[in-house]
């Protein structure tokens, strides 16, 4: 796959930086779509749209070091994979419905009072200034601990601490507001 995205690129010291770059973070990105995606195929299919976005729009990111580079694919990859899973998800809550034979509509209640309270906090977070949305989606949906975090984002453990805090803060308000959960 690499060869597709090297032939987006001008000049053949693009061409060996782009391949530094592939090299050095495709497992990693990989790893991180597929704990969203838990799905071979389709981490790797999330993996080749970020890539592809960014050899795409190379030149506008051709500036970025090393660390700017990794976060911007961190996040790439991250819409890439959240784009996927919102559209299976579509896709399986339609098929559930459909094969659902038991006719428990309290069941289906639930299960669908539960994807929309779901739903309703991702679209929140999704919403947020993305210096808490990241933070916040690297903590609670990928799981990452607040040095990985860091270390991904180039902050200081103690800033992502207080970027954690602030989000969920904002978060609750949130939930408030719209009578999730009382103040």
């Known amino acids: 796959m690499l060869f597709i995205y090297m032939a987006m690129l001008d000049n053949e010291d693009d061409r060996q930086r782009f391949e530094r770059i592939y090299q050095t973070n495709r497992d990693f990105m990989y790893h991180y779509a597929y704990q969203i995606l838990r799905d071979t195929a389709s981490a790797e299919d999330a993996v080749h ?85 990241d933070v916040l989606m690297m903590k609670y949906y990928y799981n990452m601990s607040i040095n990985e975090i860091a270390e991904q984002l180039g902050l200081t453990p103690q800033n992502v601490k207080v970027r954690l805090h602030r989000g969920r803060a904002i978060l609750k308000t949130k939930l408030e507001g719209v009578g999730i959960v009382e103040g």
């Open 49 to 133: 749209d970020a890539f592809l976005s960014f050899a795409k729009y190379y030149d506008r990111y051709r500036h970025l070091d090393e660390v700017q580079t990794r976060n911007f694919l961190i996040i790439t990859v991250r819409n890439a994979a959240f784009k996927q899973y919102n559209h299976r998800k579509r896709e399986t809550a339609v098929e559930d419905i459909e094969q659902d034979e038991t006719g428990t509509m309290p069941d289906v209640a639930v299960t669908a009072e539960q994807k929309d309270v779901k739903r309703i906090l991702f679209d929140m977070v999704k919403a947020m200034d993305s210096k808490y949305s």
